[in-house]
């Protein structure tokens, strides 16, 4: 069964960095875009980023970018997001999801398996 | 603001059917499969419907889903207590590059 696990989540001082990994189990992970999704407490779900299946390309949302990259390394089953310059505005649990694409195009939306997430804490 | 427009929350009786809507444009809804996910309270989000009408293996068949133009729905019919949950709304959008989701939408099974 697909298992996503995400790690490296803890209460973090403004403008210090973080990384998150996301081990995966259950299928062929090189074969599918991987997403990071993050919900700040009590609201909705706000995309960060996606990578295709081979980590050729990378998109992010607008408030991320030039401060997060995601990766991924397919020799070990692993997603990460490099979070530099944090803000109060990034405390959040931060959700790892497999998509049901490989690349962008009709059906990037699809996330079709999450992690059970991780919470980052940004505060002095 | 988010860029998929849902309403913030429905209600309904044990027993009763409710939609959802889930409101884009052409560069999101219109030109690209629309997906749907249940968060209940304090767990990660579920994948409920898929290329807008499909449901994942272990989906109850009380949950539909469709698309017309650029706005979509989901009905669930036969209302349990179990289906109090938070819904999203979530696609593609073609001119911002990235994933778009609706701000959810709370359900209370009253």
């Known amino acids: 069964q697909v298992q996503l696990v995400e790690s490296g989540g803890g209460v973090v001082q403004p403008g210090r960095s973080l990384r998150l990994s996301c081990a995966a189990s259950g299928f062929t992970f090189s074969k599918f875009g991987m997403y990071w999704v993050r919900q700040a407490p009590g609201k909705g779900l706000e995309w960060v980023a996606f990578?295709?299946?081979?980590?050729?390309?990378?998109y992010y949302t607008d408030s991320v970018k030039g401060r997060f990259t995601i990766s991924r390394d397919n020799s070990k089953n692993t997603l990460y997001l490099h979070m530099n310059s944090l803000g109060a505005e990034d405390t959040a649990v931060y959700y790892c999801a497999k998509g049901l694409a490989a690349i962008t195009g009709i059906a990037a939306g699809g996330l079709d398996f999450w992690g059970q997430g991780t919470l980052v804490t940004v505060s002095s | 603001q988010s860029v998929l427009t849902q309403p913030p929350s429905v209600s309904g009786t044990p027993g009763q059917r409710v939609t959802i809507s889930c409101s884009g444009s052409?560069?999101?809804?219109?030109?690209?499969?629309l997906y749907w996910y249940q968060q209940l309270s304090g767990t990660a989000p579920k994948l409920l419907i898929y290329r807008n009408n499909q449901r994942p293996s272990g989906v109850p068949d009380r949950f539909s889903g469709s698309k017309s133009g650029t706005s979509a729905s989901l009905a669930i019919s036969g209302l349990r207590s179990e289906d109090e949950a938070d819904y999203y709304c979530g696609t593609w959008d073609d001119s911002l590059s990235g994933v778009v989701f609706g701000g959810g939408t709370k359900l209370t099974v009253l």
């Open positions: 990578t295709w299946y081979d980590g050729s390309n990378k």
């Open positions: 052409s560069s999101n809804i219109g030109s690209n499969y």
